[in-house]
């Protein structure tokens, strides 16, 4: 028979497990903490961020790891500025405005391209002779002062458009559907849908679909925090591009419900538009990324589109482009649509 004093742990076993237990009990709370990370949007929380808010609310992040902040943005907002001050981890931007990091030799650096397509479009009446963008050589058309500096030279230079075809755009699109004649940027996910409301059902010539290859929603980090943080930096794009697929071919409301409550401007139907003409035009999972997967950044595209914007005067030569942008933490997959 078994003494009952064989039951007791020895006392060298119980130091050792007084020992062990708090160690044990770091290591819990090491799993536990989440890394702290920082997106800055240019804009409005609307659907055009729904896969960073998707991956907010489905807990995507937090499966990763990870405790991010999205922070939307706004018309006084300088994106750029919070990066180089280090009050943003990441941020969204378009290829076009960060190539002017290269002009002052400013480190920074483009991992991901959301949008395989620029939104950007001109918008004209039906009916009249208005079908293309050639068709539009000589007529009026409503540009913003952004764009005369953007778009609008790689316009004249496509298609021989001239400054005198330039009618001011304050964002209002009055005069649009005052005068059939007249035709106006837009993005397709917004002035489109604006329009049909007030009654006319536009011609939507979008640029990316004529040869502006520009990535107009890239996330920009600086090379410091893509190296010293480069874990943390890709737990963060491959759980956001798992958030778009889900906003995407899933059940949108998580993302929604959080960008009504930050944006109450954004209703219903303005999200539901927005997301079937992303769907529907492959701004996200077309491109590169329809075998990349979402997020995919391509080298010769990119310093392609430079050279376009340099030969038709809306860029000077010389710049060292390629620096800006590293496919590193894309093109594997991770999510396709």
Request: hydrophobic share 45%.
């Amino acid at each position: 028979m078994t003494s009952p004093m064989s039951h007791r742990p020895s006392r060298r076993s119980i130091l050792a497990g007084m020992a062990a237990a708090p160690f044990a009990g770091l290591r819990a709370a090491r799993a536990q903490t989440l890394d702290k990370f920082s997106y800055q949007t240019n804009w409005r929380a609307q659907a055009e961020h729904g896969g960073f808010y998707q991956a907010l609310a489905t807990g995507l992040y937090k499966e990763a790891g990870l405790d991010v902040e999205v922070r939307q943005g706004g018309p006084q907002l300088d994106v750029n500025a919070l990066l180089l001050a280090g009050r943003a981890d990441v941020v969204e931007s378009d290829a076009f405005r960060t190539f002017n990091f290269a002009r002052d030799n400013i480190p920074a650096l483009t991992i991901a391209a959301v949008f395989q397509k620029d939104l950007r479009a001109l918008l004209s009446h039906p009916g009249v002779g208005n079908d293309t963008l050639a068709a539009l050589k000589g007529k009026p058309i409503l540009i913003g002062a952004a764009g005369r500096t953007s778009f609008w030279l790689w316009l004249k230079a496509k298609y021989g458009y001239s400054d005198e075809q330039i009618r001011p755009y304050t964002f209002n699109f009055a005069p649009f559907l005052a005068d059939k004649n007249i035709s106006m940027q837009g993005f397709i996910t917004s002035e489109p849908y604006a329009v049909r409301k007030a009654g006319v059902d536009p011609v939507v010539h979008l640029l990316a679909d004529n040869g502006f290859t520009n990535y107009s929603d890239i996330l920009v980090c600086l090379p410091r925090t893509a190296a010293e943080r480069k874990d943390v930096v890709q737990r963060f794009v491959d759980a956001s591009v798992k958030g778009w697929k889900s906003y995407l071919t899933g059940d949108p409301a998580p993302a929604n419900a959080l960008i009504k409550s930050a944006n109450p401007d954004m209703t219903d139907d303005k999200i539901a538009y927005s997301i079937k003409i992303m769907r529907d035009a492959g701004v996200i999972g077309g491109g590169d990324a329809a075998s990349l997967g979402i997020g995919a950044l391509n080298a010769e595209r990119w310093n392609g589109f430079y050279k376009d914007m340099v030969e038709c005067g809306a860029l000077p030569g010389g710049w060292d482009v390629a620096k800006l942008m590293t496919p590193e933490f894309v093109n594997k997959k991770v999510a396709t649509i």
